[in-house]
């Protein structure tokens, strides 16, 4: 559970940055995290999983870890294309204020 606390204050300190892709029905999730580690400074994680304790734990979802930095970066414009609207963000944000 200590992981969702730390996401959660990442997310209010605006630390971690959201998109939700609303064109079409989309179910895959792309998760960029940028490090500040100098042997990894960027790596993604693709798959059908939310973003909440059942979908990255308990529910049998694919994820692929992306560890290559020149494949995270090919991912990043895909991912900055796509914008969270102000009233998403705030369900998200209400919604992990409830859940952690």
């Not at 100098?38 to 304790?53: A, R």
């Amino acid at each position: 559970m200590k992981p969702f606390f730390a996401l959660s204050r990442q997310l209010k300190a605006k630390k971690l940055t959201t998109k939700l892709f609303l064109r079409h029905a989309l179910h895959a999730k792309l998760y960029l995290i940028h490090c500040h580690d100098p042997n990894i400074s960027i790596i993604c994680f693709l798959g059908s999983s939310n973003l909440t304790l059942p979908g990255l734990a308990k529910q049998g979802k694919l994820n692929v870890d992306i560890p290559d930095y020149h494949a995270c970066m090919k991912l990043q414009p895909w991912f900055n294309d796509r914008s969270l609207t102000i009233a998403a963000r705030l369900r998200l944000y209400q919604y992990l204020a409830r859940t952690c």
